[in-house]
Every structure is written in structure tokens, then in C-alpha cells.
């Protein structure tokens, strides 16, 4: 186990997670994972995150100054924890309160925020951006950054981790939020828990959700998904903001990814990446009663022999203070966005080829359905893995997930791929008992 600082910039640190198996780098500022890798059979670590690379944002995404959300907001929704904040119905009713008692009004200008391993950097000084008509109504104008409050190491399990907190710009902000990002020995998974408490006198609502962007040299063509979802749907709010999609949303009728209907009327099997083809479409998945202990999506590349495995709980191990992540969530950029910042110009060659993976309390944050009581405290939990396996067989992908107390396997008849992991989030929850306070 390993845990330090690094230096990215001169205004930018990190925190760098890592044990045997998997590295993980989360950038301050925002939380943001900016590298998560681990070997492919041939020995070569292989960072499945992507780190863009505009035309005309100078080098990376670690360059000083990047501003390319100011195009298009949809990069904001994509990349990494996103969490909304609804507290409209408190403010109503704190005014009323404040009028009656002839107080001065307290206006805290908090609406949204932006949270977690953010592949992107937002100029937080400018309020001069393009508005995306998408996701217009999660992300106000005024924002909350998220900073890193400490890391370390837990003395009874071993495992590394880093807590960041949102830093309010108002200070009479009614609600509060911590994340945990959490490495334990000897697993290929970095896990998050993320709490929210209303702190104010009146219900507030939440959105959350988690996405990461996968891209080459781990994406490649050939790489097959599966998930727990058997049931998806086009996110018809979404269409407006794609050129050119794969996959017809005319009937909105739920269909399994190896029979998703085509524009031509055709069916075929989308689990499988084609490459570059011209297309990108966000489709959104809900639980199947098949498996009630978790929620999850898988990408298998099998040249590499590499693994992708995103889960988090289902109903069978959610507690009362657990929200579940509803709906699973997938965005195929396959070179079908022709409109900046994908593409040099507007109507240009998109330079975009990733699978955005994720899962969320709504469905591309269509409503607030986290309510939370004066007081009350709420708690999202994430689990995402990566890793190399020997048999190859397991390339032509899985056929069941199973959890047990210390390990996930996923089979595919007498082959399987064995994941040492924490299921049920049980030492995941310890850790934050004795690390998460709010009252601190």
C-alpha cells in the first residue's frame, strides 16, 4: 500500500493511491480521478480513464487554464460524480420565515454542485458560458468546489484513502457534503462513499450520480459489455445534443442490448464495440430483479485480457440511510459528435471515441429524488475495479455475477474470473464510521 502526495502543476496537487494491483490519482480542486490503472496480460499498465486532449486546450487535461466546457455543458455531466442540489423549497420557506420576523434576507446562492473525479477543469472566475439545453437545469451559475480536507491510512484494515468535502462559497449553506475515496490491500478496486446531511430546517432534494469514461488504450473495438440491467432505453432528453445515433428511440419501447433496434429497422447486439463508426448514443438501463444484491456493468477487452467492473448496491444490501443509484447508464461516443469541443470546428471530425459508464439516482438528471429531512444524513456507495485475467475464455464474456464475503466471480460455465473485493461494502462502511463527521 501506498499513499502520497504529487505535484500536477503549480496550482494543481493530487493524492496518489496504489497497492499491488491498481493505481489510482485523485486530483484536489474537484476529486477528480485522473488515473486509474492496473497491468493487461503483458505486463503493461494500462490507465482506462481518458484524459482529453482538445484542439484547443494546449496539451491535457492537466494543462493550467483549460476552458473547453465553455462550448458545450454536456462534458460537465459526463465525467466523473456529479451531485444536484435542490434546496429551492427551503429557500421559499426560509424567506417567508425571515419576512415575518423582519430579518435581513440571507440569500446563499446555492443551487448545484459540482462533485467527484471530474474529468474536466471549470473556470470558476468566468459566468460567461454557452448554456447546453440538456443538462441547462442541473448546473446554476454559482457552484461549490470540492477540496481535498485529508488523507491517510486506516491502522485496522490497511487501507488507503482520501476524504474531500465541498467548500461552500456562501455561508449560510443548509446542507453539507464528504466523499471517501478508498483503497484496500490487495483488491483491484477503488471504492467512494459519498454522504449528504441537511443541515437546515426545511426538506431539501439530491441528484447523484457516477460516470467514468473509458477510452483507448483500454477501449478498444471488440470490447464487450454486460450489465445487470436486461431492460435499456434511448435518453430521448439526450438525442438533441448528437448528431448521429445508432439506435432508434422512435417507439420507447425497453430493449436488451443484443437486440437493439436500428434506425434502418434492423436489430443487432450493441454489447459488442465496433470501433469508429460515425455515431454516439446515451441509453439508460434499469435493475432487473435477477440479481438484488447489486447493480453493475462490466466492459471486457479480450486482446488486452483486461476487465472493467463498475458496481453498487442493490436493494437486498441497502440500509435505511443507503440511496440506490436506479439507473444504469451508458453514453457510446463512437466519432459521432461533429460540434465542439469533440471536433476541431462545429461540423467537423469528431476526434471522440470512449463508452461512458456509470449509474445515477435519475435518468440524466431528469428530477431531484433524494429528499432529505432536517437533519438527516444519506449515503451513496460506488465500487469500480480493474484488472487482467488468465483465461481466455472469459473474453467472450460472462454469463452470471456472483458476491460472496470477500470476493465477486464472474462465470461463464467452468471459467471465471475470481475479484477481491469488499460486495457488501462492509469494511468500506466501518472505515467511514470512523473517519466520516460532519460535525468536524
Known amino acids: 500500500m501506498d499513499i502520497r502526495r504529487v505535484k500536477l502543476s503549480e496550482h494543481k496537487n493530487a493524492t496518489v493511491l496504489s497497492n499491488d494491483l491498481v493505481r489510482a490519482i485523485i486530483q484536489d480542486h474537484n476529486g477528480r480521478v485522473v488515473e486509474f490503472s492496473a497491468t493487461n496480460i503483458h505486463g503493461g499498465w494500462v490507465n482506462c480513464n481518458k484524459l482529453h486532449k482538445f484542439p484547443f486546450s494546449k496539451d491535457t487535461v492537466l494543462q493550467e487554464g483549460f476552458y473547453y466546457d465553455r462550448t458545450s455543458r454536456l462534458t460537465e455531466f459526463l465525467y466523473g460524480c456529479q451531485l444536484h442540489i435542490d434546496d429551492s423549497e427551503d429557500k421559499k420557506k426560509r424567506e417567508e420565515v425571515e419576512r415575518e420576523t423582519e430579518k435581513e434576507k440571507i440569500n446563499s446562492n446555492i443551487a448545484a454542485s459540482d462533485l467527484g473525479d471530474i474529468l474536466i477543469e471549470r473556470d470558476l472566475n468566468t459566468r460567461n458560458e454557452n448554456k447546453n439545453e440538456f443538462v441547462e437545469s442541473l448546473f446554476e451559475h454559482n457552484r461549490i468546489s470540492w477540496i481535498v480536507q485529508r488523507y491517510g491510512s486506516d491502522q485496522k484494515t490497511g487501507a488507503a484513502w482520501v476524504l474531500s468535502v465541498n467548500s461552500s462559497t456562501g455561508i449560510h449553506s443548509k446542507w453539507g ?95 459488442v464495440i465496433p470501433g469508429i463508426n460515425g455515431t454516439s448514443d446515451v441509453l439508460y438501463g434499469v435493475p432487473s430483479n435477477k440479481d438484488t444484491k447489486h447493480q453493475w456493468v462490466s466492459v471486457i477487452n479480450p486482446r488486452q485480457q483486461m476487465f472493467y467492473l463498475a458496481f453498487t448496491p442493490a436493494k437486498d444490501l441497502l ?38 459508464v456509470g449509474a445515477s439516482t435519475t435518468c440524466f438528471g431528469d428530477s431531484a429524488t433524494i429528499t432529505l429531512k432536517p437533519g438527516e444524513v444519506k449515503r451513496v456507495l460506488y465500487g469500480r475495479a480493474l484488472n487482467s485475467y488468465d483465461n481466455t475464455r472469459m473474453g467472450n464474456n460472462f454469463t452470471s455475477f456472483e458476491s460472496f464475503n470477500h470476493n465477486i466471480v464472474l462465470k461463464r460455465t467452468k471459467s471465471n474470473i475470481v475479484i477481491p473485493s469488499d460486495p457488501k461494502f462492509e469494511t468500506i462502511k466501518e472505515i467511514c464510521g470512523r473517519i466520516i463527521d460532519f460535525d468536524d
Open 177 to 271: 457534503a464528504k466523499r471517501l475515496d478508498i483503497l484496500l490491500p490487495h483488491q483491484p478496486v477503488i471504492y467512494s462513499a459519498t454522504y449528504l446531511k441537511n443541515k437546515g430546517d426545511f426538506d431539501i432534494k439530491a441528484d447523484l450520480g457516477y460516470d467514468n469514461s473509458l477510452s483507448p488504450p483500454f477501449l478498444e473495438s471488440g470490447c464487450i459489455i454486460n450489465c445487470s440491467s436486461t431492460a435499456w432505453n434511448v435518453a430521448e432528453t439526450a438525442v438533441k445534443e448528437l448528431s448521429s445515433t445508432r439506435v432508434n428511440c422512435c417507439d420507447n419501447k425497453p430493449f436488451p442490448l443484443d437486440k437493439a433496434p436500428f434506425k434502418d429497422g434492423s436489430k443487432g447486439d450493441i454489447r
Open 319 to 356: 440500509e435505511d440511510i443507503d440511496v440506490p443509484l436506479t439507473y444504469s447508464t451508458l453514453v457510446m461516443d463512437l466519432g459521432g459528435r461533429t460540434n465542439q469541443p469533440w471536433a476541431l470546428y462545429d461540423g467537423g471530425t469528431c476526434n471522440e471515441f470512449s463508452l461512458h
